[in-house]
């Protein structure tokens, strides 16, 4: 059985979900900012700046950057409420209006009256955008916190900027806990580029759409149909009845992974091809497919649901 990612209509766009210019606190003007994705070859781009009140709610106006090549999608990173460690939710929302309302946040620090996490992250998909959970390792993101967003669409599993600035780019593990509890979220890799130390060009997402449009490109991300990642390429993912069979660029490893500590990988050199066998995962309800190439760069797919 073919996966939607790979059997819906168009092709593969390439774009980074999560940036930052000097509308917040990025070092680059939002052109110039569009312009570098552009020249990297990238096809889109969100450009996502701080939505607080010190840099006065922006929600970076990218549409002049746009041509028949490139294409870019409103967005920010909201913040309101405070997570169990005190600190403020980072919600990364893509696809806002322009005339988003801002609530009350002032600056990077909780307030009284102000919306929760949770609260913000709703009001951002009513909008219309694609809301993810940001950085969950940076964050210090407890279970209880994932939970209480109800309203997202994906998790950030590689930020390029965490990685680089802190080493905690991760955010499987609140994954696929909230996958084995029966929520159907989808994953994202993304740079949270700033452009004050290497933090781009490092993880991405690759969106099959009809057109390389705003509103083709975001409802391809509601819909699932990309994957993520750091340079290798998912082609193909079938489930047939004991097999994921996985077709790719040269891979050293195709790894399946599910509930628990169920996982299975396939090891080898420049392969193209894998078929990992389904028998540990008899009791998970989903699995999902990571790709390594021989550097150690990875693609990971979106969760596949077994039922």
Known sequence: MPTSFFTAPGQFYRGNLHTHSNLSDGALDPDEVCRRYKAEGYDFIALTDHFIGM???????????????????LGAEVHSGAMQNG??????????????????????????????????????????????????????????DARSIDAAHAVEIYNHGCAMGCDRPDGFHTLDLLLSEGRKLNLIATDDAHFTEPDHFGGWVMVKAAANTPEALLQAL???????????????????????????????????????????????????TAA????RFANSPWVRVTVMDRAGKRAWSNPIWLD
């Open 276 to 279: 990992v066998p389904l028998d």
């Open 87 to 144: 600190e403020l939710w980072h919600i990364v929302a893509v696809g806002l209006p322009a005339d988003f309302a801002p609530g009350n946040a002032p600056h990077f620090l909780p307030v009284d009256d102000q919306e929760t996490g949770p609260e913000i992250a709703q009001r951002c998909v009513k909008a219309g955008a694609y809301v993810a959970i940001a950085h969950p390792q940076w964050s210090g993101l407890t279970l209880d």
């Open 55 to 73: 840099y006065n709610y922006p929600i970076a106006d990218t549409i002049p950057f746009r041509d028949d090549d490139f294409t870019t999608l």
């Open 222 to 272: 509601k819909d699932g149909t990309f994957y993520s990642s750091q340079g290798p390429e998912i082609r193909d993912i079938r489930l047939t009845g004991r097999h994921v069979e996985v077709t790719c660029s040269a891979a050293s490893a195709v790894i399946v992974q599910g509930h628990g500590s169920a996982a299975t990988a396939i090891h080898g050199q420049s392969m193209s």
